[in-house]
């Protein structure tokens, strides 16, 4: 079974512009977690999708969206980009949406804005 | 590889003998917690977790013991192999969507054969 995919894995960005990111989770996951990884920072929770509905945000500005297809596959934009975007973007699933699940991460996106 | 985090505390073993990787963790709601290990360039991976009804829970080669008291986490891998050398991070969960889990800054973990 493919584990998660997530495209591109690298992405140079300049500030003021807009990103889109996309993960496919593993076959049959139908939760897709979207996490931000900085070396200040560590990983912190950005938002989750099951059924193509949002169920959870984490603290980011709204600037961060995302979304979910019909297919479980997600995507999350970051509009009007800042320096301190830069970081690893990682998407996690599972095959459900109740806690005691375990979370399978993708390699992640390395986004760096300049 | 990509590093995964700058400053972060170091756990240096030799080949062969136990690691412990503590972690404090910061609500006391949480009710369900996991560990994770991330090597350079790729994305965590699970490794072990626990419910709050638990206190220790064993795998192949490694244990997570909980301390509900203090708010505590340690991960035991015995027989500590090259291959082990990575960073790890515990995570929790208050309940409700685990989605929304709070990972702990990382120890990172460097075996020396």
């Known amino acids: 079974k493919a584990g998660v995919t997530q495209t591109p894995r690298y992405l140079i960005k300049t500030r003021g512009q807009q990103v889109t990111l996309s993960c496919s989770p593993i076959s049959g996951h139908r939760s897709v977690s979207w996490y931000q990884q900085t070396p200040g920072q560590g990983l912190q929770f950005l938002f989750e999708?099951?059924?193509?509905?949002?169920?959870n945000k984490g603290n980011f500005p709204g600037r961060f969206s995302g979304r979910q297809f019909s297919n479980s596959r997600s995507e999350m934009n970051v509009s009007t980009l800042e320096l301190g975007d830069s970081a690893l973007y990682l998407c996690?699933?599972?095959?459900?949406?109740?806690?005691?699940?375990?979370?399978?991460f993708g390699p992640g996106t390395r986004l760096t804005v300049l | 590889g990509e590093s995964v985090g700058l400053h972060l505390p170091t756990l240096s073993v030799q080949e062969g003998d136990n690691s412990i990787i503590n972690c404090a963790y910061s609500n006391s709601a949480s009710d369900y917690f996991i560990w994770y290990k991330q090597e350079s360039g790729k994305g965590p991976q699970f490794i072990i977790d626990?419910?709050?009804?638990?206190d220790k829970r064993q795998g192949q080669r490694v244990t997570v013991l909980l301390n509900k008291t203090v708010k505590h986490l340690s991960l035991q891998i015995a027989a500590t192999q090259p291959g082990d050398s990575a960073v790890y991070f515990c995570a929790e969960n208050t309940g409700g969507s685990q989605g929304n889990l709070i990972f702990g800054k990382g120890t990172k973990l460097s075996v020396k054969p």
């Open positions: 999708y099951f059924s193509e509905t949002q169920r």
């Open positions: 996690a699933s599972s095959w459900r949406d109740t806690t005691y699940n375990e979370q399978f």
């Open positions: 626990i419910r709050s009804n638990m």
